[in-house]
């Protein structure tokens, strides 16, 4: 393959298919990773979006995700807790907004949102722009109706995150208590609300390269704009405890295939930063251009500090994109 051939013709508006990706995946490191930097840069430029998280209501989660430390299904000792007070969450946002975080996004644990907990979480996000104008503020809340998402667009939720996780063929391997076409629906949910769309999913569940190309292919179809890659933390009394964590050649790999196949995308590193060389430095010169700086939800994360500093070095300008 003449990876510099394909790259110009990305550059140009091509949309490279699923073959030539495969192809991609497999081809000469450095050029691969290089290219993808390049198309990062030409459709990007040097703007990189850093989010935070907060761990807003954990555990004791209904669904069977074979990753999730939150799952009920697994005794993994973890904290169990309904929807943090109001004032627990705001201040963790407008803390993160002031040390230079300009995305905040409440997690939840759980299928998906209460209409009580919707109204709640109204209620906070209208309080954090109140203490922090400028921030941002998304959710993750599992699978929540059009009209939920309507309520919660009208109180100042920017973005929505809700994962595809892993190709619709390998999804039922990690997954059996909702399906993927319950997370395609709640995607357009979104959307059809007016809301913009954060989804990705794990690397190193066990899928194929080929699954992982599925996967951003179909996050192209869905027009998705913010592509989380997390990389499998495995965690003790999970199905995946034993799963072995991923070189970053492969990380890197994953990410640079995603830039040529999703060119103006923001590509964020979320879970499983700390298992990396150098909390992924390799990926963000790889095509990635995005990531969640912190603590993570049962997992720790890297010290704002020192990402602003890393984001820095690497002459990336952090703004919410």
Same mark, same amino acid.
């Given at each position: 393959?003449?990876?510099?051939?394909?790259?110009?013709?990305?550059?140009?508006?091509?949309?490279?298919?699923?073959?030539?990706?495969?192809?991609?995946?497999?081809?000469?490191?450095?050029?691969?990773?290089?290219?993808?930097?390049?198309?990062?840069?030409?459709?990007?430029?040097?703007?990189?979006?850093?989010?935070?998280?907060?761990?807003?209501?954990?555990?004791?989660?209904?669904?069977?995700?074979?990753?999730?430390?939150?799952?009920?299904?697994?005794?993994?000792?973890?904290?169990?807790?309904?929807?943090?007070?109001?004032?627990?969450?705001?201040?963790?946002?407008?803390?993160?907004?002031?040390?230079?975080?300009?995305?905040?996004?409440?997690?939840?644990?759980? /299928?998906? $949102?209460?209409? !009580?907990?919707?109204?709640?979480? +109204?209620?906070?996000?209208?309080? #954090?722009?109140?203490? &922090?104008?400028?921030?941002?503020?998304?959710?993750?809340?599992?699978?929540?109706?059009?009209?939920?998402?309507?309520?919660?667009?009208?109180?100042?939720?920017?973005?929505?995150?809700?994962?595809?996780?892993?190709?619709?063929?390998?999804?039922?391997?990690?997954?059996?208590?909702?399906?993927?076409?319950?997370?395609?629906?709640?995607?357009?949910?979104?959307?059809?609300?007016?809301?913009?769309?954060?989804?990705?999913?794990?690397?190193?569940?066990?899928?194929?390269?080929?699954?992982?190309?599925?996967?951003?292919?179909?996050?192209?179809?869905?027009?998705?704009?913010?592509?989380?890659?997390?990389?499998?933390?495995?965690?003790?009394?999970?199905?995946?405890?034993?799963? /072995?964590? $991923?070189?970053? !050649?492969?990380?890197?790999?994953? +990410?640079?295939?995603?830039?040529? #196949?999703?060119?103006? &995308?923001?590509?964020?590193?979320?879970?499983?930063?700390?298992?990396?060389?150098?909390?992924?430095?390799?990926?963000?010169?790889?095509?990635?251009?995005?990531?969640?700086?912190?603590?993570?939800?049962?997992?720790?994360?890297?010290?704002?500090?020192?990402?602003?500093?890393?984001?820095?070095?690497?002459?990336?300008?952090?703004?919410?994109?």
């Amino acid at each position: 393959m003449d990876i510099l051939e394909l790259k110009n013709k990305v550059l140009e508006g091509y949309k490279i298919n699923r073959d030539e990706a495969i192809e991609l995946y497999n081809s000469d490191y450095e050029t691969l990773t290089k290219s993808a930097d390049e198309i990062r840069e030409h459709f990007c430029g040097n703007d990189f979006d850093v989010c935070s998280i907060i761990n807003a209501k954990s555990g004791r989660c209904s669904e069977n995700c074979k990753f999730c430390a939150q799952s009920a299904h697994y005794n993994t000792n973890i904290e169990e807790y309904g929807l943090l007070e109001e004032e627990i969450i705001v201040a963790d946002a407008v803390d993160k907004f002031n040390r230079g975080i300009p995305r905040f996004s409440m997690v939840s644990a759980g /299928k998906g $949102l209460t209409e !009580e907990d919707i109204d709640k979480v +109204c209620r906070i996000t209208k309080k #954090i722009y109140e203490k &922090a104008p400028g921030i941002k503020v998304c959710l993750s809340g599992g699978l929540i109706s059009e009209e939920g998402f309507e309520k919660l667009k009208k109180a100042g939720i920017k973005r929505v995150h809700n994962n595809l996780e892993t190709s619709r063929n390998y999804f039922d391997k990690v997954c059996t208590t909702h399906t993927y076409d319950q997370k395609i629906e709640t995607i357009k949910a979104a959307q059809e609300a007016g809301m913009e769309i954060c989804s990705g999913g794990l690397i190193g569940l066990g899928e194929s390269f080929e699954d992982r190309i599925d996967m951003a292919l179909e996050l192209r179809d869905l027009n998705v704009k913010s592509i989380p890659v997390n990389l499998l933390n495995p965690i003790k009394n999970t199905p995946y405890e034993n799963n /072995k964590i $991923l070189p970053m !050649e492969e990380v890197n790999r994953t +990410c640079a295939t995603f830039r040529f #196949i999703n060119p103006d &995308a923001s590509i964020r590193l979320a879970g499983g930063r700390a298992l990396m060389e150098e909390f992924g430095e390799s990926a963000f010169k790889s095509g990635a251009n995005a990531t969640i700086s912190g603590v993570l939800l049962t997992t720790q994360g890297a010290s704002i500090e020192e990402d602003m500093e890393r984001f820095k070095e690497l002459n990336y300008n952090v703004k919410a994109v």
